[in-house]
């Protein structure tokens, strides 16, 4: 017999079998020897009051043996000989379209302008000890997009777009740990995902489709607004009557194409900022209330949001024992973001503390659907130029940036390019400046501690979404002006990370294919 209870318990007994048969067996009055297995289903962590709880539950096999049953990969067909779907881009929206289309008997001709997992890290460590930034093979794009060598944080709040379990599941048959079923907030790591993503690429060769790395496109080709091909810059053209566009938030020439060809767009707010370090057993103390989170609790996490003067300013993907990239996609730009390996334990906490851009704060740009998009890039310009012409970033220390005062110095950080002591205000908007000092001393009275000097903030945090939304049909999903343009993802303006963006390019394939003659 299987029995499913919601408990509580602390850290300790959370994180030792033993322990938890033996509350169990005292929560549920069964007897400690009929229960042959305790399988967790969801575990969090409630750390409101002085006593911290885990919140778990549980299914209970009581009598019963437990057999483990692993999710396992769809019964993908091949597709070698069957009609094809163009796919622009390599990151979980363009791979979940990519496999979806070969559930469905279709070829997926993937398009990737960056290299693959491997080759890529190669550019990476120019970027961090060069400098050096390769416009096609950064932290943004490549095998896996954005999310490969950017943490693969799994959380979702977009329950209402589709089936998260599914593309969780997925996730661990190709590899991942089955903890990222449990976790209230699931996260593969840095140092894991990019196998995955591997497996991923391969699933799709070993089925009939392609994936065709340092293929970036200069052209969409439309007759009559029907989608009719793709060129890229090596001067190769392929036919196509589909093509989900899934760039990802970075790919600016895909907007500025489609801009030029009268292909219509639109400027979408998004929001831009900083990124904050502390040092993690700070966090963690001010998290856990507790001088030591002992073996039994992870690094500490942290979700803030205030209202400033009417404006929104928040945290925005905190990554608990991570460390800092660079992850600007030309010369000539800083732009930040974190990430964490899967133990998460790095000895600094970073996130994102942004503020919510509206369409009046970028009218200075006009009425173009791009005014967005050179508000974002501006800042990111500013940042290079004051941190000295490098990807050296500009920072300041958090108390200091609050009183507007030059740090004297700074404390090591593990942005690894290096950083540079600047007042930020030379950087940032005026209304972000004075929103973000205000929100630092707002958020050190929810959590006493936080606003320190023992925090660096880091200019800039400025890709948090996609500053243009691609309209397309509610019902078709298709391009509300071009005929077999699927427009997919956190690029176009329809996802918000991994798991949405995979859910997205999953429904962008299933409208593509359903459209076409079988």
């Known amino acids: 017999m299987q029995h499913?209870?919601?408990?509580?318990?602390?850290?300790?007994?959370?994180?030792?079998?033993?322990?938890?048969?033996?509350?169990?067996?005292?929560?549920?009055?069964?007897?400690?020897?009929?229960?042959?297995?305790?399988?967790?289903?969801?575990?969090?962590?409630?750390?409101?009051?002085?006593?911290?709880?885990?919140?778990?539950?549980?299914?209970?096999?009581?009598?019963?043996?437990?057999?483990?049953?692993?999710?396992?990969?769809?019964?993908?067909?091949?597709?070698?000989?069957?009609?094809?779907?163009?796919?622009?881009?390599?990151?979980?929206?363009?791979?979940?379209?990519?496999?979806?289309?070969?559930e469905l008997g279709k070829k997926p001709i993937v398009l990737e302008r960056g290299k693959d997992v491997r080759a890529r890290r190669r550019d990476l460590k120019k970027l961090n000890i060069e400098h050096i930034v390769n416009e096609d093979s950064n932290y943004c794009f490549g095998e896996g997009g954005a999310g490969t060598y950017s943490d693969g944080k799994l959380y979702t709040r977009s329950k209402k777009r589709g089936d998260v379990n599914r593309i969780l599941e997925l996730f661990v048959a190709f590899g991942a740990t089955d903890q990222i079923l449990v976790e209230a907030h699931p996260h593969?790591?840095?140092?894991?995902?990019?196998?995955?993503?591997?497996?991923?690429?391969?699933?799709?060769?070993?089925?009939?489709?392609e994936v065709l790395f340092e293929s970036r496109v200069v052209d969409i080709e439309v007759r009559n607004n029907e989608v009719a091909g793709v060129a890229l810059a090596t001067g190769t053209k392929i036919p196509a009557k589909k093509l989900i566009l899934a760039t990802g938030h970075s790919a600016r020439d895909i907007f500025e194409l489609l801009h030029k060809k009268d292909i219509l767009?639109?400027?979408?707010?998004?929001?831009?900022?900083?990124?904050?370090?502390?040092?993690?057993?700070?966090?963690?103390?001010?998290?856990?209330?507790?001088?030591?989170?002992?073996e039994f609790l992870p690094p500490s996490a942290y979700s803030l949001v205030k209202q400033v003067e009417g404006r929104g300013v928040y945290s925005f993907c905190m990554c608990p024992g991570g460390i800092i990239a660079p992850c600007a996609t030309s010369p000539g730009e800083i732009v930040t973001n974190g990430w964490s390996p899967s133990r998460r334990d790095q000895p600094t906490a970073n996130s994102g503390i942004v503020v919510e851009v509206r369409p009046e704060d970028y009218k200075i740009f006009g009425n173009s659907p791009l005014a967005a998009l050179n508000f974002q890039k501006q800042v990111e310009q500013k940042a290079w130029l004051e941190g000295g012409k490098t990807q050296t970033a500009p920072a300041q220390r958090m108390v200091d940036f609050s009183n507007g005062k030059l740090s004297a110095d700074l404390p090591e950080s593990s942005y690894k390019p290096g950083i540079a002591s600047v007042e930020l205000g030379s950087i940032l908007p005026e209304f972000i400046y004075r929103t973000l000092q205000k929100g630092f001393q707002e958020f050190g009275k929810s959590m006493r501690g936080y606003y320190t000097n023992e925090a660096v903030v880091h200019a800039t945090e400025s890709r948090t979404s996609s500053p243009v939304r691609i309209p397309?049909?509610?019902?078709?999903?298709?391009?509300?002006?071009?005929?077999?343009?699927?427009?997919?993802?956190?690029?176009?303006?329809?996802?918000?990370?991994?798991?949405?963006?995979?859910?997205?390019?999953e429904k962008c394939a299933e409208k593509a294919v359903g459209a076409m003659k079988n």
């Open 265 to 294: 767009i639109e400027a979408k707010s998004f929001a831009l900022g900083v990124r904050i370090e502390h040092p993690q057993v700070l966090i963690d103390k001010i998290q856990y209330n507790r001088k030591d989170r002992g």
């Open 188 to 209: 593969i790591g840095t140092n894991k995902l990019p196998g995955i993503i591997q497996e991923m690429t391969k699933t799709i060769l070993d089925n009939g489709g």
């Open 4 to 102: 499913e209870y919601n408990i509580q318990v602390p850290p300790e007994t959370a994180g030792n079998q033993e322990a938890l048969k033996q509350f169990v067996s005292k929560h549920a009055e069964i007897s400690l020897h009929e229960i042959s297995h305790i399988r967790i289903l969801k575990r969090s962590i409630d750390a409101r009051q002085k006593a911290i709880k885990v919140n778990l539950r549980v299914l209970v096999f009581v009598q019963e043996d437990f057999k483990e049953q692993k999710p396992s990969l769809p019964n993908y067909r091949n597709v070698t000989g069957a009609e094809e779907v163009i796919i622009i881009g390599a990151g979980p929206a363009g791979l979940f379209a990519a496999l979806r289309c070969i």
């Open 472 to 505: 397309r049909d509610r019902e078709t999903l298709e391009h509300v002006q071009i005929k077999g343009l699927y427009p997919c993802g956190e690029g176009a303006g329809y996802a918000g990370g991994i798991v949405s963006a995979a859910i997205d390019g």
